[in-house]
């Protein structure tokens, strides 16, 4: 073989490879571009509407609101000023939701190089995981009772976090990932992100509510504005009256599950405790659920500022809520479990907290009657 062929070869390897990362780089790049598209959408049609009903409808005088121009000028100052609240607690909200940065999971989840070796020469992973998770937080597990390990980042996955392929990392309290944002819904962003969809419907029930009068004018085309404004104020009805419709089922799904306490991951396949899938695990009544997610106050929950309580890797249970109603009721003990669970919803703060502090205590299982 004369020599110079294998460093033909050789660098024929190279080049290839060469393209073949150069290739790699120009998908993820794409995919990256791609990726912001439905977050331009909703910008552009943010723009978009905040031009139809700020200028056309409010302020060029196409669709006075009174004979009266003064009377006009005020009932246009008024909805301008309540509709900018609005808006700017809307973009304020997605804004907050979309550049989230996700808390890291605590380094004691990841493993050591020692213990990725001996994963690699151990049979049964299982028994092996169940050591190195034994001083960890760790309450729920998969399906097959093995604790919840994560491959990719080779890390022992805290309570309701899980992987993300979009994201390529393990999220805290993982909701779902969210292309509208462009971002993963967890314990993070989950309260902006409720209400980014809450100021959507508020903000379309505005447009659709004081729009009305220009609306049926347009579409009656008694005025003798211009057709393209015309067309834009039809448009952009209908545009807000069909977002803030479908908006309002997902808000609603989302209030439903703030409500139980549970993620949309949790709502379609329930977290596993001692063995069991547990319907209610993380519920610790109503009041406490909202709390959690939403702070103490009116004022902070409806603003968007963190109020997130807990750090997003350990959860108080309402299993442990339960045994403390069970453990209350001892004496009178002649309630179904449904009911000592009621009470538990309304255990105090000081009680959840109480009970929960030491998840060691947690390591007898209920009968099946507790499961909820
Ligand atoms: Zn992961
Ligand atoms: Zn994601």
Redesign the pocket.
């Known amino acids: 073989m004369p020599p110079l062929l294998p460093c033909r070869y050789l660098m024929r390897m190279v080049l290839r490879l060469k393209v073949l990362s150069a290739c790699r780089a120009l998908c993820h790049c794409a995919f990256r571009v791609v990726s912001w598209l439905p977050v331009v959408i909703v910008a552009i049609m943010l723009i978009w509407g905040y031009f139809v009903y700020v200028y056309i409808m409010n302020i060029s005088g196409t669709f006075p609101k009174s004979s009266n121009e003064a009377i006009s000028v005020l009932i246009s100052v008024v909805f301008l000023f309540v509709g900018h609240v609005i808006y700017a607690l809307l973009i304020s909200s997605y804004v907050r939701t979309i550049y989230a940065k996700h808390k890291k999971v605590p380094h004691e989840f990841h493993l050591t190089d020692a213990q990725l070796a001996s994963m690699d020469e151990s049979v049964d992973c299982r028994e092996l995981l169940r050591e190195m998770a034994s001083d960890l937080p760790v309450q729920t597990a998969s399906r097959n009772g093995s604790i919840r390990y994560c491959d990719n980042c080779e890390i022992i996955k805290p309570d309701r976090c899980h992987h ?1 392929s ?2 390529g990392t393990c ?1 805290l309290k993982m909701d779902h ?1 969210c292309p509208w944002v462009n ?2 819904v967890g314990h993070s962003n989950y309260k902006y992100f409720v209400l980014f969809l809450f100021y959507t419907v508020v903000l379309a029930l505005w447009v659709c509510a004081t729009g009305l009068y220009d609306f049926i004018r347009a579409w009656t085309d008694i005025l003798h504005s211009t057709p393209a404004y015309k067309f834009q104020v039809i448009f952009c009805y209908f545009i807000s009256a069909m977002f803030g419709f479908t908006t309002s089922f997902l808000l609603s799904f989302h209030v439903y599950l703030v409500c139980w306490n549970r993620t949309t991951l949790e709502n379609m396949q329930y977290p596993v405790y001692e063995g069991s899938p547990y319907r209610r695990l993380y519920h610790l009544g109503v009041k406490r659920n909202l709390q959690q997610v939403f702070g103490k106050t009116l004022l902070r929950a409806l603003l968007p500022v963190s109020t997130s309580e807990g750090d997003g890797v350990s959860f108080p249970l309402h299993i442990s809520c339960t045994r403390l109603a069970m453990h209350n009721n001892h004496h009178s003990n002649h309630r179904g479990n449904e009911e000592a669970i009621l009470e538990a919803g309304h255990t105090s703060d000081s009680e959840v907290e109480l009970f929960t502090s030491d998840h060691k205590l947690e390591t007898q299982p209920l009968t099946k009657n507790t499961q909820l």
Do not use: G, K, L
């Open positions: 993300c979009v994201c999220i990932h971002n993963c």
